[in-house]
């Protein structure tokens, strides 16, 4: 009888250890109304339930919780977009491949333990940071319209394709990432871009940063490039499959030639995708300052100061691409600024020189 009496005062707390715990009641009554999920059909989600769930899709039902989804660890595919999320924590659904977190009010993301997830859509949240490191599986990442100001990307080796714009990026580096065949980088303050190791790189859609140098010619699958609204001082597109490429190259003011396979073929199919004051050429020259007429020396200091010496004319951009300062200059020149990331560019009779540089 003491046995007996003993196993009916642990049923119930056994019982209650099976139950997961669902704070949000949104959250909550979606799961309970899905029969293939609560298939005993009570008001509760037991554990048992919840491990041979692989599947949860939901949109707009103004969840802002989603503290139960560790239990699911058998789950594979998890939609909860358009919803009222401001954490997502994935780090115990170790099988998850698909996960679509986009339209919330994301501030944290955890996929530390999703290390099988292979197509991420998060865009239009308001991340900061973004750490997909550990998700070495990912072939699709989509985090467009975020606050993103660094992405690392290169433990992402099987990478196919990425859709990072409007973000405050000021750098991308996908040297890692040689199956990248489509990069949409564009909207954000990236100064610098190399594609030279992305040979399979189909679309690159860069433009509306602040790109000085841009050089394709060792993308030989490319067919879309847009690069507008960027810094371009020099464009090489000799990749050899030009004909088979649409270019959108315009609002580059300092842009005056862009290397191309055949410059008539250029002439006659490209016209309209360049400023009227660049040209096209099989060989455009070299880029820069090549002899000592103009040799400028761009530095910071501690104490706000961009130092110049040479003669030209120099232009500061700030990171949103607004000129913030420029003069001519002749001999040594010190520009006294705020704190933070600028865009220098010194132009003389012999070229263009531009540099970005952060001042302390």
């Not at 607004?322 to 933070?340: D, F, W």
């Amino acid at each position: 009888m003491k046995r007996i009496a003993i196993l009916l005062l642990v049923l119930p707390v056994f019982a209650s250890a099976q139950v997961v715990d669902i704070p949000d009641a949104n959250f909550k009554q979606y799961l309970v109304e899905r029969t293939d999920i609560n298939t005993n059909g009570d008001d509760e989600i037991q554990v048992s339930e919840a491990i041979l769930t692989d599947s949860i899709a939901f949109w707009d039902l103004f969840i802002s919780d989603l503290t139960g989804i560790e239990a699911f660890t058998a789950l594979t595919y998890l939609r909860c977009a358009e919803n009222n999320l401001s954490s997502l924590d994935v780090s115990q659904n170790t099988e998850l491949t698909y996960l679509n977190c986009a339209g919330n009010v994301l501030s944290d993301l955890n996929l530390t333990g999703a290390t099988k997830l292979s197509t991420l859509f998060c865009a239009y949240n308001w991340l900061e940071d973004l750490d997909v490191t550990k998700n070495t599986a990912l072939t699709y990442l989509n985090c467009p319209n975020n606050r993103l100001t660094t992405l690392d990307i290169t433990q992402n080796i099987v990478l196919n394709s990425i859709y990072c714009v409007s973000n405050d990026l000021i750098a991308l580096n996908t040297s890692e990432n040689t199956l990248l065949t489509e990069l949409k980088c564009g909207s954000n303050l990236i100064s610098s871009l190399d594609v030279s190791q992305n040979i399979a790189l189909t679309t690159l859609q860069c433009a509306g940063n602040l790109i000085a140098n841009l050089d394709v010619s060792k993308n030989v699958a490319l067919i879309n490039l847009i690069c507008q609204s960027n810094s371009l001082e020099s464009l090489d597109m000799r990749n050899g499959n030009n004909i088979n490429t649409y270019l959108s190259a315009t609002s580059n003011s300092v842009l005056t030639c862009i290397h191309v396979d055949d410059e008539d073929w250029a002439d006659s199919n490209w016209s309209s995708a360049k400023d009227a004051g660049a040209s096209f050429s099989n060989d455009c020259g070299p880029v820069g300052i090549e002899n000592n007429q103009f040799s400028p020396t761009l530095i910071t200091s501690f104490n706000n100061s961009i130092n110049v010496t040479g003669n030209g004319t120099i232009t500061v951009y700030n990171l949103t691409g607004q000129r913030v300062y420029e003069a001519k200059i002749n001999g040594n020149t010190s520009v006294s600024l705020n704190k933070g990331m600028y865009l220098v560019k010194v132009t003389s009779v012999s070229g263009t020189t531009s540099k970005q540089v952060y001042l302390y």
